[in-house]
């Protein structure tokens, strides 16, 4: 399994990105599904996902950013509005078959396949 990230760029404080993750196999596979981050000097932290049909998100991004997946196109986004100089990161996306219990879902080693990571800038 092989999932590609992409849409990473610069943006300015205020502006809007969306982030794509197109994964080799049909993405109806994946009971879960989800994007993490990591900034400079930092650990990798959960942002959003989608696990058994029922969507998550980090505080710092509720309301501002938007998991959805295309299982028609095999694909996965994030929609991200109104981003900050903070959510400056490489996002990776990240995938797993099976659905993961609610209380571990927010852990990057609960899944097994990721994408190489996209970098997101936001200036101030």
């Known amino acids: 399994v092989q999932l590609q990230a992409s849409g990473g760029g610069l943006v300015q404080a205020g502006g809007s990105l969306r982030l794509s993750c197109a994964a080799s196999?049909?993405?109806?596979?994946?009971?879960?599904m989800g994007w993490f981050r990591q900034a400079p000097g930092k650990d990798r932290e959960f942002v959003a996902i989608?696990?058994?049909?029922?969507?998550y998100y980090a505080d710092s991004v509720t309301g501002r950013f938007t998991i959805s997946r295309d299982n028609a196109e095999n694909r996965l986004y994030l929609q991200m509005n109104s981003l900050r100089p903070e959510d400056t990161a490489v996002y990776y996306c990240?995938?797993?078959?099976?659905?993961?219990?609610?209380?571990?879902?927010?852990?990057?080693?609960?899944?097994?396949?990721w994408g190489q990571g996209t970098l997101v800038t936001v200036s101030s």
């Open positions: 990240a995938a797993n078959q099976n659905r993961i219990a609610s209380g571990s879902a927010r852990s990057d080693y609960m899944y097994r396949y």
């Open positions: 196999e049909r993405t109806f596979s994946f009971n879960a």
């Open positions: 989608w696990n058994a049909g029922t969507r």
